[in-house]
């Protein structure tokens, strides 16, 4: 088991949450250089209304302007993970993995594979069936089919085996956010949420309390809160 400290950052804006990302990717990966061991961070957060574009991305996939973005008290903002372009906001989990991917034995395909699972289990505990999608990053529900709808975005930073950002799992989002783009670049699929597909609100608590328990058993993660 590799000790992780979870950090629950409740609700907060995007920026001050990438920044405190920033700095914890570059203190472990400091540690890395020095030959030290390295931590590993986790951190939980719901945003505030955000559009984010990944660096592959397209401004083409953002729909509404400056103005229009501002009445619907969103930000849009251009990021360093991989990935188009997705929305972030209250009642969505947003989870936010610091770690040294040689603590856990893994290399990048294998990391990203294990936060889809992390996610397909999760989900699974609602009674709805997670899937992959090829060629299309994240967890989605009827994937293949024409009523293919993304449940959660994933998108990574590696540097020197550390990563940074994460996913993104809608529970109870309003997902009316997501008609003023592309999300993910997508223009023929759907979104969904935990809430949408069970028919209700679920607890924002419990939800966390599942993701956690995941990372538990596929990455061997022993948490410390703070």
Same mark, same amino acid.
């Given at each position: ?7 629950d ?22 540690a890395?250089?020095?030959g ?6 986790l ?5 505030n ?30 990021v ?6 997705t929305y972030h ?10 770690? =040294? ?7 990048v395909?294998?990391?990203? =594979?294990?936060l ?25 529900? =009827? ?8 449940i959660?975005a994933?998108g ?19 997902? =009316? ?5 592309n ?11 935990i ?14 309390m599942?993701?956690r ?14």
């Amino acid at each position: 088991m590799k000790k992780t400290r979870l950090i629950d950052l409740g609700v907060a804006s995007y920026m001050p949450v990438w920044k405190q990302q920033e700095e914890l990717h570059q203190e472990v990966i400091a540690a890395k250089l020095r030959g030290e061991d390295t931590g590993n961070y986790l951190l939980f957060v719901e945003h505030n209304h955000v559009y984010t574009l990944g660096k592959s991305g397209s401004e083409a996939n953002m729909l509404i302007n400056a103005i229009q973005l501002q009445a619907a008290h969103a930000e849009f903002v251009k990021v360093n993970r991989g990935g188009d372009i997705t929305y972030h906001g209250p009642g969505q989990l947003v989870v936010y993995p610091i770690v =040294d991917m040689a603590n856990f034995g893994v290399g990048v395909k294998d990391y990203v =594979d294990r936060l889809e699972e992390v996610v397909i289990r999760t989900v699974g505990e609602y009674g709805i069936k997670g899937e992959r999608l090829e060629g299309a990053t994240g967890v989605w529900i =009827d994937a293949h089919t024409p009523k293919a709808r993304k449940i959660c975005a994933i998108g990574i930073k590696c540097s020197r085996y550390v990563t940074m950002h994460g996913f993104a799992l809608n529970v109870n989002t309003n997902l =009316d956010y997501f008609n003023y783009i592309n999300p993910c670049g997508f223009v023929d699929k759907g979104v969904t949420s935990i809430a949408k597909e069970v028919g209700h609100e679920v607890s924002m608590i419990e939800v966390k309390m599942v993701v956690r328990q995941y990372f538990e058993e596929l990455f061997g993660m022993e948490f410390t809160e703070i």
